[in-house]
């Protein structure tokens, strides 16, 4: 249950609570934590949108899909509005 939410200084976003594995053939010294607070690559522009558009009552951000491209994973996140209590 991934999400991602703004920075504490306002200036960038964070994946929160995504699991990207360890390398199978790394060693110990050179594998990440798996569950760690990942900072986000956004442009100003997209970082204020997607903010205007979290304040939004119930309004989310949640990853889609992970893919790799060269040596970096990128993430496609989506907009979406959360459950009602009835759900």
Do not use: W
Request: proline share 3%.
């Amino acid at each position: 249950d991934g999400f991602v939410r703004p920075d504490k200084e306002g200036r960038g976003m964070s994946l929160c609570n995504v699991h990207i594995g360890k390398h199978s053939t790394g060693s110990e010294f050179f594998n990440h934590e798996e569950r760690r607070v990942r900072p986000l690559l956004l442009t100003k522009e997209e970082c204020r949108k997607l903010r205007r558009e979290i304040d939004i009552k119930g309004m989310t951000i949640v990853p889609l899909k992970a893919y790799f491209k060269g040596s970096r994973v990128k993430i496609k996140v989506g907009l979406c509005k959360g459950k009602n209590q009835r759900d």
